[in-house]
T-cell receptor, first 116, second 116 residues
């Protein structure tokens, strides 16, 4: 069975500092996609970054980077130079070859608070 | 705005009443997804369509739930005889048909349902 675990229900970070949000997963599939989404209080899920299981380089998108450690089955999100607008829920999500990449599975999320 | 739109954004209903939510996907997207999200949890998959065909339904989708996408464009999600446990946010998402790990989906802002 596919399982995604986010062990940090809430995190605090000082503005302008970096923060790492943890995500671990369990799957027997060899091919899968890893995603991070941001959900502000408005409710919309905003796509941040993607990493494929066969990608050797860690993905980066602006201030977001994905620390992918395949052997450990972890895909942590690193946000550099935190801004007040980064305060939101963050979800790790995946899709798997086992069901033809047809749907996303989500972790339980981490609520990030950026302090001024 | 050419993103995914959902209506209504908020709905309060009495237990036992029927409710219907509408989703308009991004115009060129032929895949449409419904997810449910309760407080403190990540979204859970309910069902998805490819064009007008409903290709998969989760066990979470009891017989009180029905989803349609009659012309392969907008979709409706109806909940009959609502129960308090149905209180959640119902998220709609859309994507192009692309069976690859990196194909992301784009979410609407969700429809909040409160059953009293």
């Amino acid at each position: 069975a596919q399982k995604i675990t986010q062990t940090q229900p809430g995190m605090f970070v000082q503005e302008k500092e970096a923060v790492t949000l943890d995500c671990t997963y369990d799957t027997s599939d060899q091919s899968y996609g890893l995603f991070w989404y941001k959900q502000p209080s408005s409710g919309e899920m905003i796509f941040l970054i993607y990493q494929g299981s066969y990608d050797e380089q860690n993905a980066t998108e602006g201030r977001y980077s994905l620390n992918f450690q395949k052997a450990r089955k972890s895909a942590n999100l690193v946000i550099s130079a935190s801004q007040l607008g980064d305060s939101a829920m963050y979800f790790c999500a995946m899709r798997f070859e086992g069901d033809n990449f047809n749907k996303f599975y989500f972790g339980s999320g981490t609520k990030l608070n950026v302090k001024p | 705005d050419t993103g995914v739109s959902q209506d209504p954004r908020h709905k309060i209903t009495k237990r036992g009443q029927n409710v219907t939510f509408r989703c308009d996907p991004i115009s060129e997207h032929n895949r449409l997804y419904w997810y449910r999200q309760t407080l403190g949890q990540g979204p859970e998959f309910l069902t998805y369509f490819q064009n007008e065909a409903q290709l998969e339904k989760s066990r979470l989708l009891s017989d009180r739930f029905s989803a349609e996408r009659p012309k392969g464009s907008f979709s409706t999600l109806e909940i009959q005889r609502t129960e308090q446990g149905d209180s959640a946010m119902y998220l709609c998402a859309s994507s192009l048909e692309d069976v690859s790990s990196g194909n992301t989906i784009y979410f609407g802002e969700g429809s909040w349902l409160t059953v009293v």
